[in-house]
């Protein structure tokens, strides 16, 4: 069974806090992702990473980081958490199978900034 | 920008009956989709996926079906049932697996 999970499924920061999110995907995917998905916008990516030690940003990294130092773990980090950081923090792995990519989640992070 | 969007926000069917799920994309160059299924409290699930070298694939249940011309994607589901109660996603692929553009959601609520 494949899986991605995540450190916590809630965590509840007060503002200015530096915040970690950890991720660990046992199926050897070379690509990581974090996600956050707020009601009436979707899924939104911030960060991705094809490689250990390599990352790329998304659509929204302004006010996060991320570290990829082992190829099976990658961390969301907020510097100095904000209340519009309140969301759902979804992490996901992805690997080719044949001529498919098969991307998985974990069961996300509900993180409260208050 | 490019956009993947969803027809209808909500679908009531019943128990039994077969679902449609629509999905709309813009991206010409798009040439990998993903359904996904996300129940309450939980992160999205694969269901099923196709490229775009294809029109239909089909899985336990379920059919995607991608029509390139009206760049449009869609999720049958056969004999609905209320464990089928859930959003659901469609997405491209934008850059061979490294990332992905989703829709905003369809939630599908299957009634007895």
């Known amino acids: 069974d494949v899986k991605v999970t995540q450190s916590s499924r809630y965590l509840v920061k007060r503002t200015g806090e530096k915040v970690f999110l950890e991720c660990v995907q046992d199926?050897?995917?070379?690509?990581m992702f974090w996600y956050r998905q707020d009601p009436g916008l979707g899924l939104r990516l911030i960060y991705f990473?094809?490689?250990?030690?390599?990352?790329e940003k998304g659509d929204i990294p302004e006010g996060y980081s991320v570290s990829r130092e082992k190829k099976e773990r990658f961390s969301l980090i907020l510097e100095s958490a904000s209340t519009n950081q309140t969301s759902m923090y979804l992490c996901?792995?992805?690997?080719?199978?044949?001529?498919?990519?098969?991307?998985?989640f974990g069961p996300g992070t509900r993180l409260t900034v208050t | 920008g490019e956009s993947v969007g969803l027809h209808l926000p909500t679908l009531s069917v019943q128990e039994g009956d077969n679902s449609i799920i629509n999905c709309a994309y813009s991206n010409s160059a798009s040439d990998y989709f993903i359904w996904y299924k996300q129940e309450s409290g939980k992160g999205p699930q694969f269901i099923i996926d196709i490229r775009s070298n294809m029109d239909k694939r089909q899985g336990q249940r379920v059919t995607v079906l991608l029509n390139k011309t009206v760049k449009h994607l869609s999720l049958q589901i056969a004999a609905t049932q209320p464990g089928d109660s859930a959003v659901y996603f469609c997405a491209e692929d934008r850059n061979s697996g490294y990332a992905l553009n989703f829709g905003k959601g369809t939630s599908l609520l299957v009634t007895p």
């Open positions: 199926m050897d995917h070379e690509n």
């Open positions: 996901a792995s992805s690997g080719q199978v044949g001529i498919f990519w098969e991307q998985y």
């Open positions: 990473s094809y490689d250990v030690k390599m990352k």
